[in-house]
């Protein structure tokens, strides 16, 4: 198998959650996007890794998935927090630091 | 052993589409363990099976179980209830459905036809990651542990319900006020 399909499969994902990450405004979809996209550098880290047989694919993937966990984690209490002060979700509601004077 | 991987890498592409466009958090949820279980499946056509077992494990099992707590603890009242049972058309399972049962086509297939054949020799010896992990990157290993401590204490920290005030400033202010409203 060629390592650049599996390159190609992992920009595409890595493309995918991008485009979710700009064009969603619920921040829950902001947080799926975000763990898409660094799934995708996963995939990215292994199939290098196997095309020359070294193990710092994958124990780049282990590292991935640990900043992954930890910061859903975070991600999730801080979205929780917001909807408790807020009652709402979107994002581009969330402007308290927005100065009011027009420019 | 190539058609798997191609198979699996459009079962995977197909449910991420899902994800970003679907309305629900819950229907996103269920495309996205789609997802994540053929990108398992696409590390396990690249001779990796150990981080395929950690990509179902960690991400399809752990992760999304988070994703699911705070997306059912967000939805409280009497109206989501009705709204769930409005979520729960066929309509709405039968695509992630579709999707699994082609990988577990896959998987029956790999079964079926033998396992030394179809599924490939691993590309790295399994012994070198552990090896590799505690031996020269032993202060990245350590770092991680770190960021766990910092994300898990950050969590608990941020996660407290009876925050009120911004700044303890305020609170202050607050009193003063409902103090001198009182009198």
């Known amino acids: 198998m060629q390592s650049y399909s599996v390159l190609v499969v992992a920009a595409i ?7 979710g990450v700009l064009t969603r405004r619920n921040i829950i979809f902001i947080l799926i996007s975000v763990e898409i996209m660094l799934n995708a550098a996963g995939v990215a880290f292994v199939a290098a890794g196997a095309r020359w047989g070294q193990p710092d694919g994958q124990v780049m993937f282990l590292f991935i998935l640990a900043m992954a966990a930890s910061e859903v984690s975070v991600g999730l209490a801080l979205v929780m927090q917001v909807y408790h ?4 979700l979107d994002v581009s509601k969330l402007n308290n630091l927005k100065d009011d004077i027009e420019t | 052993m190539n058609y798997l991987f191609y198979i699996s890498s459009i079962v995977a592409i197909a449910a991420t589409v899902m994800v970003i466009t679907r309305h629900q958090p819950v229907h996103a949820l269920l495309y996205l363990v789609v997802s994540f279980l053929g990108v398992a499946m696409i590390f396990l056509s690249l001779g990796a099976p150990f981080v395929a077992t950690l990509e179902i494990i960690l991400y399809a099992g752990a992760i999304i179980v988070l994703f699911i707590f705070v997306v059912m603890m967000l939805n409280l009242g009497r109206e989501s209830a009705i709204q769930e049972k409005q979520w729960m058309q ?4 039968i695509g992630p459905s579709i999707l699994t049962v082609i990988l577990l086509a896959e998987l029956l297939l790999l079964i079926v036809m033998g396992g030394s054949t179809t599924i490939p020799q691993q590309t790295v010896d399994l012994k070198k990651i552990p090896l590799s992990l505690y031996g020269e990157y032993i202060i990245a290993v350590e770092l991680t542990g770190f960021l766990l401590m910092a994300g898990i204490v950050g969590a608990a920290h941020i996660g407290r319900h009876k925050k009120k005030y911004l700044h303890r400033f305020l609170k202050q202010e607050e009193d003063a006020v409902h103090f001198s409203s009182k009198t």
């Open chain 1, 13 to 19: 994902l890595f493309v995918l959650g991008l485009l």
């Open chain 2, 90 to 93: 066929p309509k709405t399972w």
């Open chain 1, 85 to 88: 002060q807020h009652k709402t």
